[in-house]
């Protein structure tokens, strides 16, 4: 089993786990978790191939959900969690919740859909311009930052791709399974067909602004996960937990309280 690295955060008797993005950590959800901290044990979960979790040599959903499965096993107690998952962590905490339906509570799916409809074209980008840094030549991170300035012009954007870069003996490296990620950049736009349902209370978080949640992709949203609720938040992209925290963080807390 892939070892997952994970912290804690809260002592509220509610159990939640955070399942990040594609070059995100569970770190990413520190906020949302703090704010909930009274209330709510959050479990802030680095996926495989990312943060200080362990690498794997190949790209595989069902094997990051069997992980993940594995860490909620000794986090959930009697009665489940409430699996929150955006984007590549929204197709993983799906495939968790199919699979291993005792485990999970309920379930919140921020800004993704359980169909194959690729990624889009600014995830290409962001890899190509990571992997066309010279990290050789980089002395400190306003080195690294103003080099990827060249290809990516959001700074928020950029801090986000560099938080995964760490100075290691030798110089600096990519904490993620970089090469991994840009060759599976299909299979992470994918969704292989699963034979299950789920039917646990379900949150589907859209962003405002984004193309991942769409009006043709809700019947393979319900025919796998029947009690589905659509919410979507004004304002927000794809990053809807970092653009609209608050907002994210008061939709989470009301579906915490929901029967």
Known sequence: MTRLNTLTQGQGEQRIVFLHGLFGQGRNFFEVAKALSADATSLLVDLPNHGRSEWTRAFDFDEMADAVADQIGSFAGDDGVCL?????????AMRCALRYPEQVERLLVADMSPVASGLSAEFTHLTSAMQAMDLSIIDN???????????????????FLLQNLRRA??????????????????????WPPIDATYGG??????????????DEYSPAM????PRTVLV????AGHWVHSEQPAAFGATLRRFLNTD
């Open 84 to 92: 929150v998952g955006h984007s590549l962590g929204g197709k993983v």
């Open 141 to 159: 991170r306003s080195d690294a930052d103003a080099m990827l300035a060249e290809q990516v012009d959001d700074p928020r954007v950029r801090g």
């Open 169 to 190: 003996e030798g110089g600096w490296q990519w904490q993620m399974n970089l090469d991994l990620m840009s060759n599976s950049l299909e299979e992470l736009g994918d």
């Open 201 to 214: 209370p379900v949150l589907w978080v859209a962003g405002e602004h984004s193309d991942y949640i769409r």
């Open 222 to 225: 319900r025919k796998l996960f």
């Open 232 to 235: 979507t938040l004004k304002g």
